[in-house]
Antibody, heavy 120, light 110 residues
Framework: QVQLVQSGAEVKKPGASVKVSCKAS????????IHWVRQAPGQRLEWMGW????????KYAQNFQGRVTLTRDTSASTMYLELSSLRSEDTAIYFC?????????????WGQGALVTVSS | QSALTQPASVSGSPGQSITISCTGT?????????VSWYQQYPGKAPKLMIY???NRPSGVSSRFSGSKSGTTASLTISGLQAEDEADYYC??????????FGGGTKLTVL
């Protein structure tokens, strides 16, 4: 069965960086894309970016340009989100979600989420 | 990219039907049929309920349906049940090759 398993919770200080992983299983990794979505406490879902698992092409939301980097390790079927220059407003649950390359179906499977807390 | 506009809350009694709207622009909802709807319970990951405006993934109840007119998409839940009480989000592809979510709607079953 399709699964996206994310890394564990992190506590970081302001100004630091965090790297969250998302390991895929149960499907052909390179046939899909992965979205990254975050949700601050009590807030809405916020799209951060996506990456094509096959060719590595990526696109970021304007709000995160310059601070976010999406990468992949096809040999490990794992995606990574790195967010730098952390501030308290980045405290949130970070989700990865699978999408189809033809754009039709997005978010059919989600990771369990990784809580990132930014605090001095 | 601004968030799509959804009502903050809607409510309905068991058995009734409710509709949640999702308003965007010609650069997102109005320009593409790649509109999805997600259901989210507190502390859980979202679940895909509708994709491509009006398609249901396997396993999603036929009580959930989607539609679109111009720059506004809608999610309708018929035969409301207590288990439908959750947050609902719309999302759309955009002309910038990005995606955008709505502000979310809290559904209360009275």
């Amino acid at each position: 069965q399709v699964q996206l398993v994310q890394s564990g919770a992190e506590v970081k200080k302001p100004g630091a960086s965090v790297k969250v992983s998302c390991k895929a299983s149960g499907y052909t990794f390179t046939n899909f894309v992965i979205h990254w979505v975050r949700q601050a406490p009590g807030q809405r879902l916020e799209w951060m970016g996506w990456i094509n698992a096959d060719n590595g092409n990526r696109k970021y939301a304007q709000n995160f340009q310059g601070r976010v980097t999406l990468t992949r390790d096809t040999s490990a079927s794992t995606m990574y989100l790195e967010l730098s220059s952390l501030r308290s407003e980045d405290t949130a649950i970070y989700f990865c979600a699978r999408g189809h390359r033809d754009l039709r179906i997005q978010g059919d499977y989600w990771g369990q989420g990784a809580l990132v807390t930014v605090s001095s | 990219q601004s968030a799509l506009t959804q009502p903050a809350s809607v409510s309905g009694s068991p058995g009734q039907s409710i509709t949640i709207s999702c308003t965007g622009t010609s650069s997102d909802v109005g320009g593409y049929n790649y509109v999805s709807w997600y259901q989210q319970y507190p502390g859980k990951a979202p679940k895909l309920m509708i994709y491509e405006v009006n398609n249901r993934p396997s396993g999603v109840s036929s009580r959930f349906s989607g539609s679109k007119s111009g720059t506004t998409a809608s999610l309708t839940i018929s035969g409301l049940q207590a288990e439908d009480e959750a947050d609902y989000y719309c999302s759309s592809y955009t002309s910038s090759s990005t995606w955008v979510f709505g502000g979310g709607t809290k559904l209360t079953v009275l």
